[in-house]
């Protein structure tokens, strides 16, 4: 089998074997501590621009099948494991992974310490790095890889292009697409709701024009203060629309209103992250993917109060505005890889359009 480098920009580098797709890629490595769900990881397009490596050290032993996608075309660079598994077992298997990734034409390595490069990004933060030939000249390639930008405009890349449905006979729901995962859109759909999803330009204007019910921010990828025009439409939303958002979307939020966010040194991106809400003080375990977080001092002069916190480093996982019907979880509530403890923020998404709908009416 081929044999391929991971250089990271710190210089350090691993070699292992080659599986993916044969192109060479440059991405911000990071890691995912999830013991399943790989295949909606790898499909997340809050992955953008990100070379993923799997704690757990076998990947790909229950294959890939229709049902797990988060979107049609990944959007990750790379992906790095421990073992990738040639003969999966699973009633749903339709192909390996290795047949995946060269069918997405994603590059992948096998066969490296990915213990020792998670610690590694744990001590440093993430780092750029680049997948590419072993053979490469290692100083030629680490000098080139130290030269490139990673690019900004992460969320224009994965957002829909134009507006479009999903069908409904209840509530309406515009959907804001910042790299939304099926798995939101399911979950509306779930609850009857008649969903407009639109791109991550739309003006506020026009979706006020949709007289919709409710307004969902979705996930997406990347720092949050490259997408200026969403803080100007969600000052035009709230106050006059019940407003959800997830991950991206309650940074946005959280920007919008004006508070700050900042960017964490590995992120929060696996399937087991304990959060408490501060109301009850019950406690839920998340899936999350996020490498920014919103700033708590920064909240302090704002109209929005935290809601939830994230019990191992204590960072901001909730908000709600204190005078709208609006709020934000930075966890996924929809999971997919994870656990759907929190499955419930959706519940309450509805009954908030519930009040809208039926102030409407009284004042009618």
């Known amino acids: 089998m081929a044999k391929r480098i991971l250089m990271l920009e710190d210089g350090n580098y691993f070699i ?3 599986i993916g797709s044969t192109k060479e890629s440059i991405g911000e490595v990071v890691f995912n501590t999830g013991m399943t769900g790989y295949q909606e990881t790898l499909t997340d397009p809050s992955y ?8 757990y050290p076998l990947v790909g032993n229950y294959g890939i099948n229709r049902d797990d996608f988060e979107s049609i075309q990944p959007s990750v660079k790379g992906v790095v494991v421990k073992e ?3 003969f999966p077992s699973n009633w749903r298997n339709q192909m390996t992974l290795d047949a995946f990734l060269k069918e997405k034409d994603i590059p992948g390595i096998a066969g490296i310490d990915t213990r020792k490069l ?3 990004i744990r001590k440093e933060g993430t780092l750029k790095g680049i997948l590419t030939d072993a053979n490469a000249d290692k100083e030629a390639l680490l000098h080139h890889l130290r030269s490139v930008r990673l690019p900004s405009d992460q969320v224009s890349q994965v957002s829909s292009s134009k507006a479009f449905a999903s069908p409904g006979s209840g509530k309406r729901v515009v959907l804001v697409d910042y790299g939304v995962k099926a798995s939101i859109l399911k979950e509306l759909n779930k609850r009857g709701c ?14 006020l024009a949709m007289h919709p019910d ?13 997408v200026p025009e969403a803080l100007e439409f969600i000052r035009g939303i709230q106050g006059k629309i019940p407003l959800f958002g997830i991950c991206l979307g309650h940074q946005l939020f959280a920007l919008a209103n004006g508070a700050d966010t900042f960017k964490l040194k590995f992120g929060h991106r696996g399937a087991n992250h304990p959060v408490k809400e501060l109301k009850t003080g019950r406690v839920d375990f998340t899936a999350q993917n996020h490498g920014y977080a919103v700033d708590k001092a920064s909240l302090q002069d704002t109209d929005l109060e935290i809601t939830h916190i994230e019990l191992n480093d204590e960072t901001v996982e909730g908000l709600a505005h204190r005078e709208y019907p609006a709020y934000t979880v930075q966890y996924h509530p929809e999971a997919n890889p994870g656990p759907s403890d929190v499955n419930y923020l959706f519940d309450g998404f509805m009954e908030m359009m519930d009040v809208k709908i039926k102030g409407e009416i009284e004042h009618a």
């Open 16 to 18: 292992g074997e080659a």
């Open 48 to 55: 953008y621009g990100q070379i993923i490596t799997f704690t």
């Open 84 to 86: 990738a598994a040639e």
């Open 118 to 120: 998670t610690k590694l």
């Open 194 to 207: 008649h969903v407009t999803i639109v791109p991550y330009n739309m003006t506020a204007a026009e979706v």
């Open 214 to 226: 409710g307004v969902m921010l979705s996930n997406g990828p990347g720092d949050p203060k490259d």
